[in-house]
Every structure is written in structure tokens, then in C-alpha cells.
């Protein structure tokens, strides 16, 4: 069976992490096809958001040991790794994570990835790359900081001890909880309700949330106000418009 | 090495008995340990659909073996923190989160954590000759094993900072009078009666009893509005359960269901 399972819920494309021998670990293999699921994924026009998940047990339980114990310094350097990560990061439509269970390493990082985070009520975060004698290098550093604060963010990766879904909410890296048994469901519906609004509003409405991230505020408003004013062009938002104020479902064609 | 818990599976009741008589079953570590492994046990095996606890000898439980800390008064003062962190807060979890019903049968003196941690069980049965002891504050200590958060919620405030603070002897009966436990029953007869209730558990649907438990321990902490949404999310796994179909099916041909736990 493959590592990555790949199912269709109308509009919203789900990927499941499925290498249960090896809690779901990523290897470059792994990563690889989460890329080239999320690229065609990128040319589906009937693809509106995707959500990716794990087990109930394990979201992904880091990287892969053995494929990273084999590289010494020259081989990390001209590592293709950070290419694929850029691949998954390129995504333009809205991507959810679906975790239940253990996110720790690179799968807390592909988490930290994702442009929301919802968690089963088991969820489990960290990075413990520092046991290791090593460090996050997959976003780890940078995304939780700018989502949890300083001082969480360091206490992490330097303990390299990990949070529960409480935690997680209350520090901002989560935005909803819900029982493991329905967290991949709702993470549909959440993705479902993404999916139905026009596409040319979601990709510019993501780029700004992405842009703030990047940008100092004023750069920022600037950004935002473009990509506003890009909007005022589309078909889509005529519709939306006009829809609203004749009270009806709009029709969103991604014009 | 010494069984300090026995353990007996049958029928889908496990039953796990402090096995310290002479100790008043107190708990030391290797204790401790043998009651973590049977509780991976019952957690691990969907056959086991009900636990009891009771002790061995006159007593129930006193708590902390007091002879297994360092209590030397003229050492360096002791952690107590460690054996809390270590041993009784994962058993109170264990204990709390376990889907499935935990029957708490107290045949004697329950004092110490032993007394806050029968009180944290499901369905506390009592003989009638026993009590319950907080008899952390007259140590200096505090109620652990769960006893400050369990006791004003069995007993209310008033009672549970009565009990708390002076740290008298409570009887079962008193106990059963103020609602802090299910029922009183003659001492020679709490092993049927703690036996009977396991067995028609042992026969229920349990995932959904377990779901019943998550949800009113949930209700300690939550308000109104997170409840209602919890309990719409509770109902809508427990209506997927094959126990649900199970219960329904019966129920419309008019027969006795057969409930797999599942």
C-alpha cells in the first residue's frame, strides 16, 4: 500500500501519511509525494483545499534517522531536502493539518507548515531534535516562534520537550480541538468551507497572511492593498457581491 | 518477588486487590509499579470492559507507606513532589481517563491518598465498617492523589475543607449520607455486591460508557456552551458505535441485546 494515501471529498483533496511501521516518519521519499500530491493538487481546479493527516495514534513522529545518519557535512550541504520542503511551502491554496497524536520533529514541522493547524484532543507536539544533537532544520525555529512567542518556542526547542493540544491552543499554534475520533472529519468540513469560496480570493487572501510574515506592517498594508485591488478585477467577486445582496449561494468560477 | 497487587481477569472484570495486609495495603514503589503494569493491561485489552479495586486484610489503602520516604529528621528535607509526579498523579490519569467504568470496593480504613483515591473512582462501593481519613493535615501535608480537586466536588466546599483541614475519621455511612459515594453495603456482603456491578458492566456497551465517563469528567472544567458542543461530539461517535446499532436493533425486535463494548 503507499506511504501516502490521497482521497477526494468533493472539493477538498485529503493526504494521509501512511508508513505505520515507521510512525510515519518523513523521509525524502515521503516528502516527495506530499510535494507532487500538492502540485497537481495546485493545477485541479476542483481542488479547493487539502488537509493532511496521520493516524489517530501519530501525526508524524519526525524525520527519518537513518536516511539523515548517512549524510556527514558535504552530503547535508547539497541535502535535497530543503528543495522539497520549498516544493510543499509553494502550495498557493488553503492547507490544513489534521493531527492526532505525536507531531514531533519534522512532523510538528510539516504542522507549522500548514496554514491552520486543528488537533485531536491526544495531539502532541515537540521538537526534540536537540536529544539528538542536532536542531529543527525544517522551519522549526522560525514557524513556532512566530506562533507560540519566545519564550515557549525556546523552552521547546532547547529541552526539545513536547506540548499537549491544551497547550498548543492556548499558545497559538492550534486553532481548534476536538475528539480524535472526529478530528479528521471536521477538519473537512473546516477545509470544505475554504473550498466553496472563489479561488482567486482564497490564493490572495493566503499570500497576504504568508506576506505578514515576511514584510514589516507597512510593507505589509501595501501587499495587501494590492492584492485587494487585484480582486477588484475578478469575475469572482461580481459574483460574491452581487450574490450577497440577491441573498443567494454565489457561483464562484476562479476568474 | 512479592505480589503486591493480585490480579484477576474473568468475565471481563479485572479485579486488582492491594495485596500489603500488613501494611494497611499501603503503597510503596515496587507497588506502584506492579499497579502501572496492570493498568496497561486493562488498557490495552479490549476483553477487560470493567475494573474493581479493593484491598486485601482489614484495610483498604493508607496511602503512602511512610517507611518508603526519606523521613529522616535530621537529613535534608524530602522531595515528596517526586513520588507524586512520578507515581500517584499517573495513577489518578490512568485512573480518570480509562474508558471504562472503575469500581472502587473500600472494605476498610481508606486514609491518605488512599482515601482520595478510592474517592476519584467511578462507582464507589463501601462496607459498613469503613472510613475515610484525610489525615494529610495532620502531617502539615496536603490531600495529593487528587484529593483537593475530588473532595469539594463529592462533598462540596464546605465539607471538603471540614474534612480536609481536620482531617477526622469519616464513616462510610456519613460518607454515603453526604453523596460522596454510591452505596453503603453490610461488610459481608461488598465483594458480591462490587462483583455483581462489574458483571453487568462487563455486559454493557462499554465504549459508550467509557465516552459517558470522558464527558462528565469533562464537565468538572467545562461550562455550558464547551459541554454542549462536547457532548454533540460524543453523541455523534457514540452513534457510530456498533453497540448503538446493537442496542436499536434489540430494542425494535423486542430481545436482549448483545453488546460487543465496541
Known sequence: MSELLISRHDRVLQLTLNRPQARNALNNALLTQIADALESAQQDSNVGAVII???????????????????????????????????????????IAAVNGYALGAGCELALLCDVVVAGDNATFGLPEITL??????????????????????????????????????????????????????????????????????????????????????????????????????????????????????????? | MDAFILSH????????????????????????????????????DDAIRCLVITGAGRGFCAGQDLN????????????????????????????????????????????????TLALGCDIVVAARSANFVMAFSKLGLIPDCGGTWVLPRV?????????????????????????????????????????QLARHFSTQPTYGLGLIKQAINAAETNGLDAQLDLERDYQRMAGRSADYREGVSAFLAKRQPQFTGK
Open chain 1, 133 to 255: 544533537g542536532l536542531m529543527p532544520g525544517a522551519g522549526g525555529t522560525q514557524r513556532l516562534i512566530r506562533c507560540v512567542g519566545k519564550s515557549l518556542a525556546t523552552q521547546m526547542v532547547l529541552t526539545g520537550r513536547s506540548i499537549d493540544a491544551q497547550r498548543a491552543q492556548q499558545a497559538g499554534l492550534v486553532s481548534e480541538i476536538y475528539p480524535v475520533g472526529l478530528t479528521t472529519e471536521y477538519a473537512i468540513s473546516l477545509a470544505a468551507a475554504m473550498a466553496k469560496h472563489s479561488p482567486l480570493a482564497l490564493q490572495a487572501a493566503k499570500q497576504a497572511l504568508r506576506q505578514s510574515q515576511e514584510v514589516t506592517l507597512s510593507a505589509g498594508l501595501a501587499q495587501e492593498r494590492q492584492l485587494f485591488t487585484l480582486l477588484s478585477a475578478t469575475d469572482d467577486r461580481r459574483e460574491g457581491i452581487a450574490a450577497f445582496l440577491a441573498k443567494r449561494q454565489p457561483e464562484f468560477k476562479g476568474r
Open chain 2, 9 to 44: 481477569v474473568e468475565h471481563g472484570v479485572m479485579t486488582l486487590t492491594l495485596n500489603r495486609p500488613d501494611r494497611l495495603n499501603s503503597f510503596n514503589e515496587v507497588m506502584h509499579g506492579q499497579l502501572a503494569e496492570c493498568l496497561t493491561q486493562a488498557e490495552r
Open chain 2, 68 to 115: 518508603d520516604r526519606n523521613v529522616d529528621p535530621s537529613g535534608p528535607p524530602p522531595d515528596l513532589g517526586y513520588s507524586v509526579e512520578t507515581f500517584w498523579n499517573p495513577l489518578v490519569r490512568r485512573l480518570a481517563t480509562l474508558p471504562k467504568p472503575v469500581i472502587c470496593a473500600v472494605n476498610g480504613v481508606a486514609a491518605g491518598a488512599g482515601a
Open chain 1, 53 to 95: 493527516t496521520g493516524s489517530d495514534r501519530v501525526f508524524a513522529a519526525g524525520a527519518d534517522l537513518q536516511e539523515m545518519a548517512e549524510k556527514d557535512l558535504a552530503a547535508t550541504l547539497n541535502d535535497i531536502r530543503p528543495r522539497i520542503w520549498a516544493r510543499i511551502d509553494a502550495f498557493s491554496k488553503p492547507l
Open chain 2, 155 to 195: 462533598a462540596g466546599r464546605a465539607r471538603a475543607m471540614g474534612l480536609a483541614l481536620l482531617g477526622d475519621k469519616l464513616s462510610a455511612e456519613q460518607a454515603q449520607q453526604w453523596g460522596m459515594i454510591w452505596q453503603v453495603v453490610d461488610d459481608a456482603q461488598l465483594s458480591d455486591t462490587a462483583n
